[in-house]
Every structure is written in C-alpha cells, then in structure tokens.
C-alpha cells in the first residue's frame, strides 16, 4: 500500500486559474485565491484506507477525514458543500468524485497520486484539468 503521510510543499502548479474560472469565481477573487493558493502546504495522515488531509494557505485551511469507498462531505475547491466518493483508481492513485449538495455547477473531482517520489493532485472542474506536484518536506 502507498504511504502518502507526510508534510508537503507545492513545487508546481497548472491551470489553477483557469479551473476557477471554470467554477464561475469573478476575476478579483480568482487574482486573491491564485495568489493566497501559491505556497500551500499539505499534510496526511494514513491509517490503511482512513486519510486525513489537511491544506493551509495564508488565506484558508481545509480538513478532510475519509476512508477509501465511504462517502464523506468536504468542500469544492469554490467553497461549495459537496458528497464525495473516493475510491483507488490504481496501487498508488485516489479518484474523488464530488456532488454539490445544492445548486448545480461542473462535474468536479480530484485524485492524489503517488509518482516518483512526488505528490500529484489533480482538481477537475468540466473539462478543465488543474495539476499540483509537491514534494516531502
């Protein structure tokens, strides 16, 4: 089983604006969220398939409990309450599906992967694909 515990620290970023946009955030909120999102940081904890995933920024902090293939309710990366699924997609991928709660909006989901020593967080919004690698502190 892959081990995702650990404090990680972004080394890059794709389309973070963009997936915004594709979430409807106005033009001077995605300016303070890409700035704020720049140097997040991410901790997990990893009992078997119970995850705990904490993400901090100067702006937010989000927590998230889950166990792989029990629903659980987060938020999307908008701030908008979702039901989520996640499941592994592969040995060392998860896939999380995400369901508004109220309201409609895109299709969202995110999956964390494993690669070479790197963490790979992918947020989808649609068609609009966002990728994060980071690395162990």
């Known amino acids: 089983m892959p081990n995702f515990a650990g404090t990680w620290k972004m080394k890059s970023s794709e389309n973070f604006d963009e997936l915004l946009k594709t979430l409807g955030v106005n033009a001077m909120l ?11 940081h991410v901790e997990i904890r990893q009992d078997g398939d119970q995850f705990y995933i904490k993400t901090w920024t100067t702006v937010r902090t989000t927590e998230i409990n889950f166990k792989i293939g029990e629903e659980f309710q987060e938020e999307t990366v908008d701030g908008r309450k979702c039901r989520s699924l996640a499941v592994w997609e592969t040995e060392n991928k998860i896939y999380c599906k995400q369901t508004l709660i109220d309201g409609d909006g895109p299709k969202t989901y995110w999956s964390r992967e494993l690669k070479d020593g790197e963490l790979i967080l992918i947020f989808g919004a649609d068609d609009t694909v966002c990728t994060r690698i980071y690395v162990r502190e």
Do not use: G, L, T
């Open 30 to 40: 995605r300016k303070v969220a890409v700035a704020a999102a720049s140097k997040p």
